[in-house]
């Protein structure tokens, strides 16, 4: 199993001799690399078990260092990482020669953030390069908003987790890139749609859902556990359901007893679900049974995020 701890001169150390590091941000936990060191990049995918298709998001500190690695940041890009960074929100910004092309596996585009954790942070800031950091899971499964969870699932894989706590925002950033001069939100995430709104004004939506995403990887089956999901009214569904064989995740109701149901936000509050939903799945692919019944939360601000994961969760 790795060693999870919070010393960021250890985790510095590794990451300085190509090893990888699992570090927290707001998000999820990432899997991290030197992002200008082939070895290192290398190492995640084989890690993950990524395909070389799918590109991988750079991490630093802060926008001034940004330009280190990109070519130039267009207005608009510029006013979104002044309003959100650091924070949930991923631009996709063109990239200089010195960024490795399996980084962005081949694109000419590199996806880049600044993530909102103190303990990540100050990483960043004490190294010589960005780092290159996709969900700390196996590629494909669920990802990872704990320590633990990481641990649980790629610690024979990696020497350290640096533990910076439970994520606060829970589910992935939101990413957005431009096709000439008009934004568009490939991923759903913690940035919501009505907030990148107030800062551009109108955004286009695409997220991609081919087996073959043109740019970012954003595959029709994803996020799954091992357990088939069943979306819909769960009032319906539960009565047909043998309760013994049957995993129950809700939004803000309860349905059956307490161990076999997890309820996102009891109080109705997207945050709080969008905090609770990753480690909530987990749960309920580990107990007794083959199905987990699932319903819709309602579908605004980070409400649209979860969906997005569940509908991907539940793809076959
Ligand atoms: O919140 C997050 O974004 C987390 C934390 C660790 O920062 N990272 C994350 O990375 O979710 P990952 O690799 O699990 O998802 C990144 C997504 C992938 O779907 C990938 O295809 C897309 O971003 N992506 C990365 N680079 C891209 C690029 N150059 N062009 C288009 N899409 C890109
Ligand atoms: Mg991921």
Same mark, same amino acid.
């Given at each position: 199993?790795?060693?999870?701890?919070?010393?960021?001169?250890?985790?510095?150390?590794?990451?300085e001799q190509s090893e990888l590091v699992s570090i927290p941000t707001e998000t999820v936990y990432g899997l991290a690399g030197n992002a200008l060191d082939v070895r290192a990049v290398t190492r995640i995918f084989k890690v993950k078990n990524r395909p070389a298709f799918d590109p991988m998001i750079v991490h630093t500190y802060n926008l001034e260092e940004v330009q280190s690695f990109?070519?130039?940041?267009?207005?608009?890009?510029?006013?979104?990482?002044?309003?959100?960074?650091?924070?949930?929100?991923?631009l996709l910004l063109p990239k200089k020669q010195n960024i490795p092309d399996i980084v962005t596996a081949g694109l000419t585009h590199v996806a880049v953030r600044v993530?909102?954790?103190?303990?990540?942070?100050?990483?960043?800031?004490?190294?010589?390069f960005p780092v290159a950091a996709p969900s700390a899971n196996p590629f494909g499964y669920i990802s990872p908003t704990t320590a633990k969870h990481?641990?649980?699932?790629?610690?024979?894989?990696?020497?350290?987790?640096?533990?910076?706590?439970?994520? #606060?925002? +829970?589910?992935? !950033?939101?990413?957005?890139?431009?096709?000439?001069?008009?934004? @568009?939100?490939? #991923?759903? +995430?913690?940035? !919501?749609?009505?907030?990148?709104?107030?800062?551009?004004?109108? @955004?286009?939506?695409?997220?991609?859902a081919g087996s073959d995403p043109k740019a970012p990887g954003m595959l029709k089956s994803h996020y799954a556990p091992r357990k088939e999901i069943i979306i819909g009214?769960?009032?319906?569904?539960?009565?047909?359901?043998?309760?013994?064989?049957?995993?129950i995740l809700s939004f803000k109701t309860g349905f059956t007893e307490r161990?076999?149901?997890v309820i996102l936000s009891e109080k109705g509050d997207l945050d709080e679900a969008a905090?609770?939903?990753f480690s909530a799945l987990r749960y309920l692919d580990t107990i007794p049974g083959k199905t987990i019944l699932a319903e819709y939360v309602p579908d605004k601000g980070l409400g649209k995020a979860i969906n997005d994961r569940l509908r991907r969760a539940a793809a076959k």
């Open positions: 199993m790795a060693e999870i701890g919070k010393d960021i001169g250890k985790a510095r150390q590794l990451l990109i070519r130039n940041i267009p207005r608009q890009a510029y006013l979104l990482a002044r309003s959100f960074w650091p924070g949930p929100l991923t993530p909102d954790h103190p303990l990540t942070l100050d990483l960043l800031q004490r190294l010589d990481v641990n649980d699932q790629l610690g024979d894989k990696i020497p350290y987790i640096l533990d910076g706590g439970p994520c #606060r925002v +829970g589910i992935e !950033s939101t990413i957005i890139g431009f096709e000439g001069d008009f934004p @568009v939100i490939y #991923r759903l +995430g913690g940035t !919501s749609r009505e907030e990148i709104e107030k800062v551009l004004g109108k @955004v286009k939506v695409q997220p991609q009214n769960l009032e319906k569904l539960a009565g047909k359901y043998d309760p013994e064989h049957t995993a161990e076999r149901q905090q609770n939903f």
